[in-house]
């Protein structure tokens, strides 16, 4: 985790810069508060950033924000980051494995290209 660049993981940060692409040719409308149309092919999707959710249902069930979420966060001038799952954040990682990730001490470690076999 401490190579990690973004808020979340590697994986996870691939996914959405795809999706914040493909979110680019969308067009999108503030029609309330948090509320925001997305128009888009073939249909057309009403974002809500302040739930997490959207018509698709997509966003709910992987927590992940989808092309159509990212375009609305863009129009909203909102980190993407803020609408992505927690568990997916760095810091719900390393509350996760602090305890579980033990470091060892290689220090005395026999070097594995110089071992021989012996009877």
């Not at 948090?34 to 249902?57: A, I």
């Not at 924000?65 to 001038?77: D, E, G, M, V």
Request: hydrophobic share 40%; aromatic share 10%.
């Amino acid at each position: 985790m401490a190579k990690w660049k973004n808020e979340v993981g590697p994986k996870i940060n691939k996914i959405l810069i795809e999706h914040v692409v493909r979110g680019e040719f969308l067009k999108a409308m503030r029609y309330r508060n948090y509320n925001v149309m997305v128009r888009g092919l073939p249909v057309d999707v009403c974002v809500n950033l302040l739930c997490k959710e959207y018509t698709s249902l997509e966003w709910q069930m992987i927590g992940i924000s989808y092309s159509h979420a990212c375009a609305a966060t863009k129009l909203l001038h909102s980190n993407i980051y803020t609408y992505v799952e927690e568990s997916y954040l760095k810091s719900s990682q390393e509350k996760i494995y602090v305890n579980s990730v033990i470091s060892v001490e290689t220090h005395d470690m026999h070097d594995v290209n110089n071992l021989t076999l012996t009877n």
